[in-house]
C-alpha cells in the first residue's frame, strides 16, 4: 500500500468553478500536510503547509485536513486558466526526515 | 534571483557514463533534499544532506549513486554507471532550517540516458 494516495485525473473545469483536489493516506502519524502546484517541466511550488488538523485559508485556496479519515482536501475557488498545473499533495511526521508526494492531479481550468 | 539553482537543466548521457547534478540552495540554506521523479509517479525522495554531512540517504539506491554537500560550494548527486532506467527528472529542494521545515524547489534536472 502506498503511504498516500492521490487520484491523477486528468481533471477538467471551466473557468470560474471550484476545484476540489484531494488524497488520502495510510500512516497515523503523519501531521504535517502540503500542496504543491507544478508546471509542465518545471519544479514544485509550495501552494500550503498545514499542520495536524483544521483548515487554512490562503487568497483562493484553501486546505483542509481530516486526521481522524486520514484525508486531505486543497480547494480553489474562482479557478483561472492559470491554475492549469499538477497538484501535489505532501506529509510527512516527526519520526522521519522525508516527506511523501502523491503522484500529483492534472488540472485544466477551460477559459 | 534568490531562488534553488540547479544545473544542468537537462543532461543527456550514454549507458555506462557518469551524470552529475548539481544544486546552489536558496541564499540562507543550509538543508538540501534531492528527489527523483518518474513519469506517472510522485516525487520520491532520495537523500537529506546538511553542509557537510548526510543526515538521511534511506531513499538513495545502494549502488552507483553518491552526494555530498561540500563546506563551500553547491550540492552533487553524482550517479555512476548510468542506465536506462536512471533518465528521470531530478529537483532539490533546500530548507533554512532542519526537516519538518518548508521546502523550496528548483527548476529540476532531466537526465536522458541513451
Known amino acids: 500500500q502506498k503511504e498516500v494516495e492521490q487520484d491523477p485525473g486528468p481533471l477538467s473545469v471551466p473557468e470560474g468553478a471550484i476545484v476540489s483536489l484531494n488524497c488520502t493516506y495510510s500512516n497515523s502519524a503523519f501531521q504535517y500536510f502540503m500542496w504543491y502546484r507544478q508546471y509542465s517541466r518545471k519544479g514544485p511550488e509550495l501552494l500550503m503547509y498545514t499542520y495536524s488538523s483544521g483548515n487554512k485559508e490562503d487568497g483562493r485556496f484553501t486546505a483542509q485536513v481530516d486526521k481522524s479519515s486520514k484525508y486531505i482536501s486543497l480547494f480553489i475557488r474562482d479557478s483561472q486558466p492559470s491554475d492549469s498545473a499538477t497538484y501535489l499533495c505532501?506529509?510527512?511526521?516527526?519520526?522521519?526526515?522525508?516527506?511523501?508526494f502523491g503522484t500529483g492531479t492534472s488540472l485544466t481550468v477551460i477559459p | 534571483n534568490a531562488g534553488v539553482m540547479q544545473n544542468p537543466r537537462h543532461l543527456v548521457r550514454r549507458r555506462g557514463q557518469e551524470a552529475r547534478l548539481r544544486c546552489s540552495p536558496m541564499?540562507?540554506?543550509?538543508?538540501v533534499y534531492w528527489y527523483r521523479q518518474l513519469p506517472e509517479e510522485g516525487l520520491k525522495f532520495m537523500v537529506y544532506l546538511q553542509k557537510e554531512n548526510i543526515i538521511d540517504e534511506s531513499g538513495m539506491p545502494k549502488e552507483r549513486f553518491s552526494a555530498e554537500f561540500p563546506k563551500e560550494g553547491p550540492s552533487i548527486l553524482r550517479i555512476q554507471q548510468v542506465v536506462r532506467g536512471d533518465s528521470a527528472a531530478y529537483f532539490c529542494?533546500?530548507?533554512?532550517?532542519?526537516?519538518?521545515?518548508?521546502?523550496?524547489f528548483g527548476p529540476g534536472t532531466r537526465l536522458t540516458v541513451l
Open positions: 541564499k540562507g540554506h543550509s538543508h
Open positions: 529542494a533546500s530548507s533554512a532550517r532542519p526537516f519538518p521545515d518548508t521546502q523550496y
Open positions: 505532501a506529509m510527512g511526521s516527526n519520526t522521519g526526515n522525508q516527506f511523501y
